[in-house]
């Protein structure tokens, strides 16, 4: 097969869609006022912002109040935890609760706050037991953070129990569903959802763009303090451009995702089917409560990053762990925290395809991929050493 451009790495980041750009260049250019400022140009900005709220908030079954506009997934994580121990702490609840496999924005975030943490252990399919959580939470827990949908491996918790068990508990729960916006329905009233990350680029948005959802009666501490922006909690010039271009992908996102669902993941099942075919490989992750776009395979005595440039020989991008711990030697902590090897961690491929994905990148992906491995295979000192076990 003649040489492609595959794009599989939608997980780390997508481009900018055609009717996203359309709705943001008025703002790029013509429509710069300032959202504060109370002559037109200014006030036409504000209703834009205005207006892209009111759809980011249909689009999760929010109240428009409710949603805050950040610069991306990692400032709301951070906002969530960090503006809501700030809350709590002096009224004696600064113990944290989240999962081990959370992203490094949440994580890192939780260490750094050097609050009392409890990390809800996942199973081998990445999934989170509700009971655990239930048996984490303390009289001084703050907050409950558990991800919706995990980056690495796509499992899918069950979200609704989670935040059931947090309600009864009297905890706050936030969830980062960075990657669930756009792939699986979300109701933030209807599941008892507190607070919920989002962000524009993993949903054909710009880069620097997200929001936290937050109810009105726990809203944290703020994080970035400044001008009355954002109802005075989030300060900061807008990024109109941006936040006109958020509010239009995830209303389109939100509207196409029972024919996404359908339509990618019988393209991720035949790249699992075809991949799992190769010699000592293995699925990571649950194969049913699975982001739509997500395959995650490990395969012995191959490295990852070696995959990965091979790959990117052949025209296709993928991911060997997330994004931000490529380019650094340690094994990912989410296919740590689901039991593998370090070995076995460093040789997994996570390709993350989209409703743009066609049947021909499959065939493409599913014809290089087995060769490429076997030729790393074939100069493996650790495979050869495997085959003689
Ligand atoms: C990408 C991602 C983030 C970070 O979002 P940014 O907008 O890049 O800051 C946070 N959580 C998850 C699960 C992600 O996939």
């Known amino acids: ?31 710069y006022g300032n959202p504060s400022s109370i002559y037109a140009l200014g006030r036409r900005a504000q209703k834009a912002v ?19 506009f950040t610069s991306g997934g990692s400032e709301a994580d951070n906002w969530a935890v960090k503006g809501t121990l700030a809350r709590l702490a002096p009224k004696g609840k600064n113990h944290v609760v989240t999962s081990v496999f ?14 009392p943490c409890t ?9 989170v037991d509700p009971a655990q959580v239930r048996a984490a939470i303390r009289p001084d827990t703050a907050i409950v953070s558990i991800m919706f949908a995990n980056n690495e491996i796509g499992t899918i918790q069950p979200i609704e129990e989670i935040a059931a068990v947090c309600r009864e508990a009297g905890v706050l729960f936030h969830t980062d569903a960075v990657q669930a916006a756009g792939n699986v329905e979300i ?3 209807r599941m008892g959802i507190d607070m919920l990350s989002l962000s524009g680029h993993k949903i054909h948005a710009p880069k620097g763009v997200g929001a936290l959802y937050c109810k009105r009666r726990c809203l944290p501490q703020n994080l970035i303090d400044g001008g009355g922006q954002e109802g005075g909690h989030r300060a900061g010039t807008e990024n ?41 490989s293995r699925l990571n992750g649950d ?65 993350s395809i989209s409703e743009e994905t066609t049947e021909e990148d499959v065939a493409y992906i599913l014809e290089n991929v087995p060769p490429i491995v076997e030729r790393l295979r074939a100069m493996s000192p650790l495979w050869e050493r495997l085959q003689k076990n």
């Open 287 to 351: 194969p049913v409560k699975r982001l739509c776009g997500n395959v995650n395979i490990s395969f012995e005595g191959v490295e990852g990053e070696s995959l990965l440039l091979m790959l990117d020989n052949r025209g296709i991008c993928a991911s060997s762990g997330s994004a931000c711990t490529s380019g650094s030697l340690d094994p990912s902590h989410v296919l740590l925290a689901i039991g593998l090897s370090h070995e076995v961690a460093h040789g997994s491929l996570r390709l």
């Open 187 to 189: 109701d933030v009233e």
């Open 50 to 68: 205005e207006e892209a709220r009111a759809k980011v908030a249909a689009a999760i079954g929010a109240k428009k109040g409710e949603i805050f």
């Open 1 to 31: 097969m003649d040489k492609r451009f595959v794009y599989a790495d939608n997980a780390a980041t997508t481009h900018v869609s055609s009717e996203v750009l359309e709705a943001m260049l008025p703002f790029l250019q013509n429509e």
């Open 240 to 280: 109109t451009a941006g936040i006109v271009g958020f509010g239009r992908a995830i209303e389109l996102a939100a509207a196409g995702i029972p024919e996404k669902v359908r339509q990618v993941s019988r393209l991720r099942d035949q790249l699992i089917s075809g991949l799992t075919q190769v010699e000592a």
């Open 119 to 127: 990390y809800v252990p996942v199973d081998s399919k990445g999934l």
């Open 102 to 115: 959370e992203h490094h924005a949440l994580l890192h975030t939780v260490e750094h706050s050097g609050c």
